[in-house]
């Protein structure tokens, strides 16, 4: 596997999983339905993991561009 995929796969992961968790509170919602959440908690769950999802992947960019930085000495 190449160096940061498992980042990046968990990190797409929790994005797919957010979009579920805004689609399960819009259909609450539009149906009046009172699940274990209520619309607004599976909203904020939603909101929740596509932050986490972003700052995954914000800090596996950072890491590559990191190691990407060639340090040149001085002479």
Excluded: N
């Excluded at 689609?23 to 908690?41: F, N, Y």
């Excluded at 939603?46 to 596996?60: E, K, N, P, S, Y």
């Amino acid at each position: 596997m190449v160096k940061g995929m498992k980042r990046t796969t968990i990190a797409r992961g929790a994005a797919g999983l957010s979009f579920v968790c805004g689609v399960i509170g819009l259909l609450a919602g539009l149906t009046d339905h009172t699940w274990k959440l209520g619309p607004e908690g599976w909203f904020v769950g939603g909101t929740l993991l596509a932050l986490i999802a972003l700052f995954i992947l914000v800090d596996g960019w950072v890491s590559f561009e990191r190691h990407r930085i060639i340090v040149v000495p001085k002479s």
